[in-house]
């Protein structure tokens, strides 16, 4: 299929034939550093029209020879060439030297053809990983391309590469299902994630005696220098419920409720910025460990690349606030969620989450100070964007209003989350247009 969109687009057409629009993912190796962009090309006999990244290109194809040119918004001119062969393109990108404007430097680039949208309304993809990644990174192969309103259902590890019937599939870290490429996301849109059925898929999850460094006073400290062995939990998934599997005496009849939740949401960060550990979290999500990321809400994230690159993992059964034994109730989990595409407004700041009761934006740092500044100034922009509120009238809700959660104690950098019940909101809404 791939092959024949590509021989009809640049080998295959009568003269003066247009070709509907193609969409193309182009790698140019910039000194080691691969940077990608999405091309749209449309061909009338020999000339090439289309778009880089937004900047008009024009060019012409012979035979199996491309030449096309981009114009960016300063007026600086990138010269492509390249071959068509049955695996995509490839060739050389003369591109203008950023330190001095009399030179040029010669790149070598790839392009590869994306899949085209099928007729019909969105569809539901059935997705069995076989790989996972402990980076969440725009280096990877996508697994699957989905189109907005498309549903996916899929699996995930748990924190340690534990699959459903207990076996070890991937290395410990929070191992991550994807990337999946979100077909029209584009860097400055906002990926919505919305999660449909989050279900533990094994009756265990395994946990720690443990408190976090950062919850630990010295007193408590000195106390707690025996702890950190491993617990795993029961977990009834007919009645919901998760209780310690060997139990102390004064805990035998104790019992949490399920609250599945993912841990690790998150997009490919940009051109520039290295690639995030699976146990880092950034503005593009990462291993967030916010409970609040469970059945029903949606998770908002800025795009950063082409396809956006949406990874997720770390499945919780249950965790309090903060994730504060370290390891929360982990386990390995049946995924369903929906992806859209916002466009036309500036991307989050932070990460959001939006439950039917409430917005929250998460703030995370190497700080509690800094995480709370960050998710304060995330929930200020959601509120001048989404209500028009200035600043005055932001800080009158917030001092009446807010509420501050702390998501994640437990990484190397820790998360807070600001909180804003919507029935407060209803009033401020902007109409309609």
Not at 29 to 50: C, H, I, S, V
Not at 81 to 104: C, E, F, I, Q, W
Not at 382 to 401: C, H, I, N, R
């Amino acid at each position: 299929m791939i092959r024949s969109l590509l021989v009809l687009l640049l080998c295959g057409l009568p003269a003066g034939a247009l070709a509907a629009s193609e969409s193309w993912l182009v790698t140019t190796d910039l000194w080691g550093n691969p940077a990608y962009q999405l091309l749209t090309l449309e061909r009338a006999g020999k000339r090439l029209t289309g778009e880089l990244d937004g900047d008009r290109l024009e060019g012409e194809r012979a035979g199996n020879v491309v030449h096309f040119v981009v114009t960016d918004s300063r007026q600086q001119t990138y010269v492509f060439d390249g071959k068509v062969s049955s695996d995509g393109l490839r060739g050389t990108a003369d591109y203008p030297d950023s330190n001095n404007p009399k030179a040029r430097v010669a790149h070598a680039f790839t392009a590869r053809l994306l899949p085209v949208r099928p007729a019909g309304p969105p569809r539901v993809h059935d997705f069995t990983p076989t790989t996972w990644s402990n980076e969440f990174t725009a280096h990877r192969l996508p697994v699957l391309t989905v189109w907005p309103g498309d549903t996916v259902r899929t699996s995930t590890l748990d924190s340690g590469g534990m699959d459903a019937k207990g076996v070890t599939r991937a290395l410990f870290g929070n191992p991550q299902t994807g990337p999946f490429f979100i077909a029209t996301a584009n860097p400055g849109d906002t990926l919505a994630i919305h999660i449909r059925r989050l279900k533990p898929n094994r009756p265990f999850a395994d946990s720690l005696d443990s408190i976090v460094g950062r919850a630990l006073t010295p007193g408590l400290a000195a106390k707690a220098a025996g702890l950190g062995k491993p617990v795993r939990w029961t977990l009834d998934l007919e009645r919901g419920v998760a209780r310690p599997e060997t139990p102390t005496e004064r805990l035998r009849a104790f019992s949490v409720p399920l609250r599945p939740m993912l841990g690790g949401v998150a997009v490919a960060q940009g051109f520039g910025s290295a690639p995030l550990s699976t146990g880092d979290t950034g503005r593009y999500g990462g291993n967030m460990d916010f409970n609040e990321v469970v059945e029903g809400n949606t998770v908002y994230l800025p795009v950063a690349q082409p396809g956006a690159l949406l990874y997720l993992g770390d499945a919780h059964a249950a965790q309090g606030d903060g994730e504060t034994s370290q390891y929360a109730l982990e386990t390995s989990m049946d995924v369903e969620f929906t992806v859209d595409v916002l466009h036309g407004k500036p991307p989050p700041s932070t990460p959001r989450v939006e439950s039917p009761t409430h917005l929250m934006a998460l703030g995370q740092g190497g700080s509690l100070d800094d995480a709370l500044r960050s998710a304060t100034q995330g929930l200020a922009q959601w509120l001048e964007q989404d209500y028009g509120l200035t600043l005055s009238e932001s800080a009158q809700v917030l001092g009446s209003s807010v509420q501050y959660v702390v998501a994640n104690l437990a990484g190397r950098s820790v998360g807070v989350a600001a909180k804003l019940d919507k029935v407060r909101l209803e009033a401020l809404r902007p109409p309609a247009k």
